[in-house]
């Protein structure tokens, strides 16, 4: 329901992640990333997730 209402017409893909917090965070606690269309980054972009989750 919460993707539909953000969302104008259909999605080109079937994937999201949504993030919901109840404070606000410090900027040296957030990563935004833009990843490329492309099933190769996959692999490499949950290795950086979990580093940054480590951390």
Known sequence: MALHAMLDG?????MALLVARTRAL???????WDLPDDPVV???IRAQLSDQLRA
């Open 42 to 44: 996959v692999g490499r």
């Open 10 to 14: 259909r999605p080109a893909d079937d």
């Open 26 to 32: 410090d900027a040296d606690s957030v990563a935004i």
